[in-house]
């Protein structure tokens, strides 16, 4: 595989009080539709149209990137989390009440005399 070196750019390339450039403000405005997609939980209090400087700009970015990496954090933890139990103790629930049922049934088609007489209560 071939390396290519790429030079450091020059300590003048930032500027955070320059005015943010057309390619910034673009970026920013690509990024606010994509914050547009997110949950509100996620979603920055930043304003785009009123970005002026470089600074706010990168805060902006930098904001939102963060937001929407977390946003698909939170889903893939919340798609690999374990499933809940609760639907084997619900059928198990279902099969005593029917047992239930079975033997009300029971005892309603046989005879009065058949029938054990009931516990007087205390």
Excluded: C, N
């Amino acid at each position: 595989m071939t390396f290519i070196r790429v030079p450091k750019p020059p300590k003048s390339a930032y500027d955070p009080d320059r005015p943010a450039s057309s390619l910034l403000k673009s970026q920013a405005e690509h990024l606010r539709e994509a914050e547009s997609k997110l949950p509100l939980r996620y979603r920055s209090e930043l304003y785009v149209k009123a970005i002026k400087t470089e600074a706010e700009a990168a805060r902006y970015i930098r904001d939102v990137t963060g937001a929407i990496h977390q946003a698909h954090e939170d889903a893939e933890r919340a798609r690999r989390a374990p499933k809940r139990k609760g639907v084997i103790e619900i059928a198990a629930a279902a099969e005593e009440w029917s047992q239930v049922k079975q033997a009300r049934r029971k005892r309603a088609t046989q005879s009065p005399k058949k029938r054990k007489p009931k516990r007087k209560k205390k």
